[in-house]
C-alpha cells in the first residue's frame, strides 16, 4: 500500500544520502566484537545524529485520515453521515451495550485485581482466592482456562508463566536453537535497519525511568526479530503487512524483507531470559501488536479502534467533541498514539501489564478504544487549547493511573461518565 511505499522510499532515500547499503556482511574482526559485547549493546555509542526515524505515529495518521472507500457515498448511509471525526470509513465497531456485553466480565460487581471496586468480597479476600485459582490452572496447563482468567487481571508472581500458557509458547531445545540462529545472522550480517532500531532505543527506552535497565534486551530481542522471516509467513494468510523494506539488489522478493518492529521493553519485567522474552514478544507482535501499525478492516485495527474511540465520545460526549473539534483540537490525534503503541510509555508497568492482561484474556485490542476514551474524558474538561490537553495528560500519566485504568476496564461506567461530566 501506500504506507509501505512510503516506508521504502524514505530508507532508500536514506541509503542514497548516507551512501549506506540496506545489507552488508560484517568483517571477521567485527563479528568478534558484536559477540563479545552482545550482553553490553547498551554501552555502544554508535553515532547516529545522520539516521532518522522511518516510523512517525502522527505521519501514520494522516495516512489513516485519508483512507475512503472508492464504493461508499456518504448519502447512502444516515448512522454514518453525521460522524464528524477524522477517520471517514465506515466500519461497523461496537456500541456500548454490545461492548458491556463483550467485556461482561469487567462489570461493576466483579472483582478486578489492581482495582478498587464496590463488589461484595472484600479486595483482599478475592485477591487470595484468585492467586489459588491462578496456581490451579497453571498445574492443569489449560490454556483456555488461563485466557479466561487474566480478564480479571493476573498476579503480578503468576503473570510470566500465564501469558505463556496462553500464547502456547515453551522452552524446548528447538525453540532455543531458532532464537541462536537468529542471533547469528545478527552477528553476520548488518542491515541498515539495526541502526534505526539503535536510534528508536535510545530515543525511547534508554530515556524513560522504567524501561532504560533493559536497553541490552531490547537490541537482542529487536535485531533478532528483524532477521526472523517466519513472521512474513505470519502476513501471507492476512490482508494486513508490515512496514518493512528490502535488501540491495533484492527488491519485491520476500525472502530478503526487513521490517521495523514495535517496542518490546515492557515484557522485559516479565521475561530475562532472551530465547524466551524473544518468542513471547514474537507471539504478542503477530498476535495482537501488528494490528496496530497496518491498514485492515479487523475490529481490532487501528482503523476499527480509531472509529471506536470518535464514535463513543462524539455519541456519549457530544458537547465535549464539539468542543475540541472547534478550537482546533481533533481528540483522535491526542489518543492515536496512546492506542497505536498500546499505551506503552504512557503508563505506569504494572498499570500497563494489567491492561494487557485483559488484551490477552479477550484476544481483542478493543479495549484500548476504551481505555484511550475514559483517559480523553477524565483529562479534558475545561480545556481551551490543544497544548492545554497534552499538559493536562502528561501530568497524569503516573499519578492517575490506577483511577484511569479502573474507569478504562468499565464500559458500564461510561454512560454515568458522560452525564457527571
Known amino acids: 500500500g501506500s504506507w509501505e511505499k512510503r516506508i521504502l522510499k524514505s530508507l532508500n532515500s536514506m541509503c542514497t544520502e548516507l551512501s549506506i547499503p540496506l545489507a552488508r556482511k560484517r568483517p571477521v574482526g567485527e563479528q568478534k566484537e558484536l559477540l563479545n559485547k552482545w550482553n553490553e549493546m547498551g554501552t555502544d555509542e554508535p553515532d547516529l545524529s545522520l539516521f532518522r526515524p522511518v516510523y512517525a505515529p502522527k505521519d501514520f495518521l494522516e495516512v489513516l485520515i ?21 477517520i ?4 461497523k465497531v461496537k456500541d456500548i451495550p454490545e461492548l458491556k456485553e463483550f ?11 489492581g482495582i478498587d471496586d464496590s463488589t461484595q468480597v472484600p479486595p483482599e479476600l478475592f485477591e487470595n482466592e484468585h492467586v489459588r ?28 508463566e500465564l501469558w505463556a500458557l496462553i500464547l502456547n509458547i515453551s522452552s524446548h531445545p528447538e525453540d532455543i536453537l531458532y532464537y541462536e540462529q537468529l542471533k547469528t545472522n545478527v552477528i553476520q550480517h548488518d542491515l541498515l535497519v539495526d541502526s ?6 535510545k530515543l525511547t527506552a534508554s530515556n524513560d525511568d522504567y524501561y532504560f535497565v533493559f536497553e541490552d534486551y531490547l537490541y537482542q530481542v529487536l535485531l533478532c526479530f528483524s532477521r526472523d522471516t517466519s513472521v512474513l509467513s505470519h502476513f501471507a494468510y492476512n ?33 530475562h531470559e532472551p530465547s524466551k522474552l524473544y518468542q513471547i514478544f514474537r507471539e504478542m507482535y503477530v498476535r495482537f501488536f501488528f494490528r496496530l501499525h497496518s491498514i485492515s478492516s479487523h475490529p481490532s485495527g487501528i482503523v476499527s479502534l480509531c472509529l471506536l474511540f470518535e464514535t463513543l465520545l462524539q455519541t456519549y460526549l457530544p458537547q465535549l467533541f464539539y468542543h475540541l473539534r472547534e478550537i482546533g483540537a481533533q481528540p483522535l490525534r491526542i489518543s492515536f498514539k496512546w492506542m497505536v503503541r498500546a499505551f506503552s510509555g504512557y503508563l ?43 499538559r493536562i495528560i502528561r501530568e497524569l500519566k503516573i499519578s492517575q493511573s490506577i483511577e484511569l485504568f479502573s474507569l478504562a476496564n468499565k464500559p458500564a461506567l461510561l454512560k454515568g461518565w458522560a452525564n457527571q461530566t
Do not use: M
Not at 498445574?139 to 503473570?159: K, N
Not at 490482508?239 to 521493553?265: D, H, Q, T
Open 348 to 390: 505506569a508497568t504494572d498499570q500497563l501489564l494489567l491492561l494487557w492482561d485483559r488484551i490477552l484474556g479477550y484476544n481483542s485490542l478493543e479495549i484500548l478504544a476504551g481505555k484511550s476514551l475514559i483517559l480523553f474524558c477524565f483529562s479534558a474538561c475545561k480545556i481551551d487549547s490543544i497544548v492545554s490537553i497534552t
Open 239 to 271: 490482508s494486513a503487512s508490515p512496514p518493512k523494506s528490502y535488501i540491495r539488489g533484492k527488491l519485491g522478493l520476500e525472502e530478503y524483507a526487513v521490517f521495523y518492529p514495535p517496542n518490546v521493553a515492557p515484557l522485559c519485567f516479565l521475561y
Open 103 to 113: 467485556f461482561v466480565e469487567l462489570g461493576l460487581t466483579t472483582g478486578q485485581l
Open 133 to 160: 485459582i491462578g496456581q490451579k490452572v497453571l498445574t492443569e496447563q489449560d490454556s483456555a482456562a488461563a485466557q479466561q482468567y487474566v480478564r480479571q487481571g493476573s498476579p503480578t508472581a503468576l503473570r510470566a
Open 88 to 91: 471517514q470509513v465506515p466500519l
Open 66 to 86: 485519508n483512507l475512503r472507500n472508492p464504493n461508499y457515498e456518504n448519502g447512502d448511509s444516515l448512522s454514518f453521515r453525521t460522524h464528524l471525526g477524522l
Open 196 to 201: 534505526l532500531i539503535y536510534k528508536d532505543v
